[in-house]
């Protein structure tokens, strides 16, 4: 009997506000046996909101205008956030969503959930998209500078293809809206 792949001993090395590093002794498939390097992340949810009803032609989301240091600069996203501990995924979007834009939703609906980097990360994105939209005022974080761009759907996809929009989870979030609405 071969013997169990998987982590066989792990060390934390920090522990941060967003994520923490581990350094795990793993068990490979192929037997051999190696240190990972491991940020671990709570996990979020992300939401593609929808401020028209999306079957018309001229339909506008919701895109926030984000200030992220690590690129140097404001970049377009959708809104998403970190999951509170126990917290479940739709919970979060619908908070998340109410919070970065002061917006809540009726309906939302899940559209995926994928790995963003699972090379080195166990950050898990759970996207959701979200129709029936009722405005409200939003309850921003100290380090959440921002602010809410309406943009026509077709824009959006335009701007995801061009390049004007280079955030993962947006892109993997306009698209799979796409895909959903013409599933119908």
């Known amino acids: 009997m071969s013997p169990a792949v998987g982590r066989i001993e792990t060390r934390r ?3 941060g506000r967003i994520v923490s590093l581990d350094v795990d002794t793993v068990r490979f498939p192929n037997g051999s046996v190696g240190s990972l390097e491991m940020l671990r992340h709570s996990g979020a949810s992300a939401v593609v909101p929808f401020l028209d009803d999306p079957a018309r032609p001229d339909a506008r989301v ?37 919070e ?13 959930t994928f790995y ?6 166990d950050e898990r994105i759970h996207l959701f998209m979200a129709t029936e939209m009722t405005a409200g005022d939003a309850v921003l974080e100290s380090d ?13 996809l335009e ?7 280079v955030d993962g989870k947006t892109i993997i979030g306009l698209f799979m809206a796409q895909a959903r609405l013409a599933r119908g």
């Open 100 to 112: 970065e834009t002061g917006y809540s939703t009726a309906s939302l609906t899940h559209l995926t």
């Open 144 to 156: 959440e500078v921002l602010e809410a761009h309406p943009v026509e759907f077709r824009v959006a």
């Open 159 to 165: 701007m995801a293809r061009s390049g004007k929009i």
């Open 13 to 15: 090395v920090y522990t």
């Open 62 to 98: 919701l895109l926030v205008r984000q200030y992220r240091y690590a690129t140097d600069g404001y970049v377009y996203e959708i809104p998403a956030g970190r999951l509170d501990d126990g917290e479940d995924p739709e919970a979060c979007g619908h908070r998340e969503l109410r």
């Open 116 to 121: 963003t980097t699972p090379g080195f990360t």
